[in-house]
């Protein structure tokens, strides 16, 4: 079972459809008890960086998230990607989960919109487990303001917005993977990740 974590913060029923249409057993939850039997975690988020971290600590979940996201396949979606890291500059600055490092910093590519919104392709930097099978260029959903600076080791895949070279999946190499885009919003190609993540069930075991 996949633990969708429900912190307050907005598309945790869409992340949940996908799941169900995939049939693949996830359940909604910030309930830590649920948390640490689960077989996966979905950290999804929609909203801004700072009042996302004071939910999770308010549901006392902060510790729980960083325990159990280093036993079991942990996918934090948009927002919830952001909260990976070390530090966010949204507003002010905040402290994130620190499972990643890096920091989240304001989109800068001048001449364009921000938020930086719609389908934009993927291009694939370093080997990621749950990216397997996609071709080059497969398009995804993103919608955010802000974005990753992260170093390159910790880069699966990016997208080119005008100037600005945007973090689009991440992961630690071993159980934690993050995506800047929406998987339950980006069709057949979103749907597809989503499986992959849901097989790294099969081998949490052996991280």
């Not at 919003?185 to 991280?207: H, M, P, T, Y």
Request: charged share 20%.
């Amino acid at each position: 079972m996949i633990a969708i974590i429900d912190y307050g913060t907005g598309n945790i029923f869409s992340v949940k459809n996908a799941l169900d249409f995939l049939e693949i057993p996830g359940k909604l939850t910030a309930d830590p008890e649920e948390i640490q039997k689960a077989d996966a975690l979905i950290l999804p988020g929609v909203g801004a960086f700072p009042s996302a971290m004071e939910m999770l600590r308010e549901s006392g979940l902060v510790e729980v998230i960083q325990e159990q996201s280093q036993k079991k396949p942990f996918l934090g979606i948009c927002l919830g990607m952001q909260l990976l890291f070390e530090k966010g500059y949204e507003f002010e600055a905040c402290d994130g989960l620190g499972l990643i490092p890096g920091s989240v910093e304001k989109i800068i590519a001048p001449g364009l919109v921000i938020p930086h919104m719609g389908w934009n392709a993927l291009k694939m930097q370093n080997p990621c487990p749950i990216l397997a099978g996609l071709p080059e260029e497969s398009y995804v959903y993103f919608v955010h303001s802000y974005q990753a600076v992260v170093p390159d080791k910790y880069l699966s895949a990016y997208v080119e917005y005008g100037t600005a070279k945007i973090p689009a999946m991440v992961t630690d190499g071993k159980t934690v993977f993050g995506a800047q885009f929406h998987p339950e919003k980006s069709g057949e190609v979103g749907l597809q990740i989503l499986r992959n993540f849901a097989a790294q069930c099969e081998r949490k075991d052996s991280i």
